[in-house]
C-alpha cells in the first residue's frame, strides 16, 4: 500500500519530512562548530605568568604573553574564566561564527595583577591578532570546549 492511499500515510509521511530537516539541521550544528580565539597582548604587566584560561571550569591553556590560541567550540552558552577571575564572562557560541577572546590586565586593580578575559568585537579581533604567533604546545592543555 502506498504512502498517499493510506489517511494514516499521508501523517506518517509528514511527520519523517519533519524529522528528517529537523535531524540535517542539528547534525550541520554539530559538524560545523565555532571558532574561539584565545589571545594576550605583549605587554609589560604580568609579562612572567601564564594565566590558566578555562571554559566551562575546565582548563584550556596557559597563556603566554603576546600569543594566540585558537579552538573550535560547540554551540551553547559558555563561561570564559582565568585563574584570576573564576567569574569570567558567558558567552553565548552560534554554531560557525567566529568569536575573540583577550586576556587583559586591567589597570588600578589591587595590588596584584589580575587576569580578565574579555570578550572581544570579530573585526576588532582579527585587527589585534593579524601578528601574533600561537601558543606554544606545552601550555595547551584541551583542545575544545564543549562537544565539537
Not at 10 to 26: F, P
Not at 60 to 89: E, L, W
Request: charged share 20%; net charge positive; with cysteine.
Amino acid at each position: 500500500m502506498r504512502f498517499d492511499q493510506n489517511p494514516n500515510g499521508k501523517i506518517l509521511l509528514a511527520a519523517w519530512i519533519a524529522l528528517s530537516m529537523l535531524s540535517s539541521a542539528v547534525s550541520a550544528q554539530v559538524k560545523n562548530p565555532a571558532t574561539v580565539h584565545i589571545y594576550r597582548y605583549r605587554l609589560s604587566v604580568g609579562q612572567a605568568k601564564h594565566p590558566t584560561v578555562s571554559c566551562d571550569a575546565f582548563p584550556i591553556a596557559k597563556m603566554q604573553n603576546g600569543r594566540i590560541y585558537t579552538m573550535k567550540v560547540s554551540a551553547g552558552r559558555h563561561v570564559f574564566s582565568t585563574s584570576d577571575d573564576p567569574t569570567g564572562i558567558q558567552v553565548d557560541i552560534a554554531s560557525g561564527n567566529e568569536y575573540f577572546v583577550r586576556i587583559d590586565y586591567p589597570p588600578n586593580v589591587t595590588y596584584a595583577e589580575r587576569a580578565i578575559a574579555v570578550l572581544v568585537a570579530p573585526e576588532q579581533g582579527r585587527m589585534e591578532t593579524l601578528k601574533m604567533r600561537p601558543l606554544d604546545g606545552r601550555f595547551i592543555e584541551a583542545a575544545t570546549c564543549g562537544n565539537p
